[in-house]
């Protein structure tokens, strides 16, 4: 191969080096533009999410202190069904009132966490903890569901109760949905009714501990959260 020929072939290997760095070059600068496409997406979807999150928390804390009231008036029936029964038959009707009222419905919301997961945002995530604990937050919901249906069917006794026993004549407001009426019944609490009060103070009990560790766990994600989109 003469010189003039040599330079030829260089010639056009230089210009087809030139020509594949340039589609290189390209190519890696759209698939950083993809890539950041990308993560902006995920950051409004887990923006979307902690809002939902930030109502999570306030409907918990309103469960929470619905079941306190709930179990606050159980313990006094099972305290002192006798003597409210002999003595004071409209605070029985009350307190009865407001354990038929404590009864809540958790708003399982997970249209975020699945535009999260089947759109493999999730993998974009850089913090590892944070996919766990949104992977844990919504794999918890179903379980207070079952919670509050066990809540429900105890809750079912005492409503019909309620229904049964007191007046349907007001006698002033239990601070939750309604009025009460007294206690008109003319027999006692049955130990079939202390123990469905009973039950449903354990299972309101057993429920409000999940809520105060789903709170704790909703204001870590939140915090990581934040960091995650800074």
Same mark, same amino acid.
């Given at each position: 191969?003469?010189n003039?020929?040599?330079?030829h072939? %260089?010639?056009? /290997?230089?210009?087809?080096?030139?020509v594949v760095?340039?589609i290189i070059?390209?190519?890696n600068?759209?698939?950083?533009k993809?890539?950041?496409y990308k993560?902006e /997406?995920?950051n409004?979807?887990l923006?979307r999410?902690?809002?939902?999150?930030?109502?999570?928390?306030?409907?918990s804390?309103?469960?929470?202190?619905?079941h306190?009231n709930?179990?606050k008036?159980?313990e006094?029936?099972?305290?002192? =069904?006798?003597?409210? %029964? &002999?003595?004071?038959?409209?605070?029985?009707?009350?307190?009865? @009132?407001?354990?038929s $009222?404590s009864? !809540?419905?958790f708003v399982?919301?997970?249209?975020?966490y699945?535009?999260?997961?089947?759109s493999?945002?999730? *993998?974009?995530? &850089? &913090?590892?903890?944070?996919?766990r604990l949104i992977? *844990?937050? $919504?794999?918890? =919901?179903? %379980? $207070?569901? !079952?919670?509050?249906?066990?809540?429900?069917a105890?809750?079912n006794?005492i409503t019909?109760?309620?229904l049964e026993?007191t007046?349907?004549? @007001?006698r002033?407001?239990?601070?939750?949905?309604?009025?009460?009426g007294? $206690? *008109?019944s003319k027999?006692k609490?049955?130990?079939?009714?202390l123990?469905?009060i009973?039950?449903k103070?354990v299972? @309101?009990?057993?429920y409000?501990?999940?809520?105060?560790?789903?709170?704790?766990? &909703?204001?870590?994600?939140?915090?990581?959260?934040?960091?995650?989109?800074e």
């Open positions: 191969m003469n003039k020929m040599k330079k072939v %260089f010639k056009y /290997l230089i210009e087809f080096l030139v760095s340039g070059i390209s190519l600068i759209e698939k950083g993809a890539l950041d993560n /997406l995920k409004q979807s923006r999410l902690m809002k939902n999150i930030d109502q999570d928390i306030s409907d804390k309103l469960n929470k202190k619905i306190l709930g179990i008036c159980s006094r029936i099972l305290n002192n =069904h006798e003597s409210l %029964f &002999d003595t004071d038959k409209d605070s029985l009707g009350y307190y009865l @009132s407001v354990i $009222y009864e !809540t419905v399982d919301n997970q249209e975020e699945l535009t999260l997961r089947n493999g945002f999730l *993998e974009l995530i &850089d &913090d590892d903890e944070l996919v992977q *844990e937050k $919504y794999s918890k =919901h179903s %379980f $207070y569901k !079952t919670i509050e249906n066990y809540i429900g105890q809750n006794i019909n109760l309620v026993k007046s349907y004549i @007001s002033g407001t239990n601070n939750f949905l309604g009025n009460y007294t $206690y *008109e027999q609490l049955s130990n079939y009714e123990n469905t009973q039950r103070k299972f @309101s009990e057993f409000i501990a999940q809520i105060n560790s789903g709170l704790e766990s &909703d204001s870590l994600l939140i915090s990581k959260i934040k960091k995650e989109i």
